[in-house]
């Protein structure tokens, strides 16, 4: 069985910063990519940013320069550091994982989700 779970969530005034976390557990045979995704209310979920093995990465336009994906694989681990918020970041961010629970499975898994948002 494999758990995700996120913290670091809150409120945060606009320029603010949160920081967002995420620890896989469970069976962890190999960890592919991880991401965060968020889903602001009445929109599709839509991907923030990811990052793979190697530790490259990608961010969706609207968070680049603002937003840091990092990850620890010792830990299993992937962290969003956030800059620079704006209303338009509020949204629940969900935790995402590519990974092999097995040598014969590959599956990807989700976190629970966690609330930011962001007003003055």
């Known amino acids: 069985q494999v758990q995700l779970v996120e913290s670091g969530g809150g409120s945060v005034q606009p320029g603010g910063s949160l920081r967002l976390s995420c620890a896989a557990s469970?069976?962890?045979?190999?960890?592919?990519?991880m991401a965060w995704y968020r889903q602001a209310p009445g929109k599709q979920r839509e991907l923030v940013a990811s990052?793979?093995?190697?530790?490259?990465?990608n961010y969706a336009d609207s968070v680049k320069g603002r937003f840091t994906i990092s990850r620890d694989n010792a830990q299993n681990t992937v962290d969003l550091q956030m800059d620079s918020l704006n209303p338009e970041d509020t949204a629940v961010y969900y935790c995402?994982?590519?990974?092999?629970?097995?040598?014969?499975?590959?599956?990807?898994?989700w976190g629970q989700g966690t609330q930011v948002t962001v007003s003055s």
């Open positions: 995402n994982a590519d990974l092999a629970p097995s040598l014969w499975a590959r599956n990807e898994y």
């Open positions: 469970g069976r962890l045979y190999r960890i592919y990519s």
């Open positions: 990052i793979g093995s190697n530790s490259d990465s």
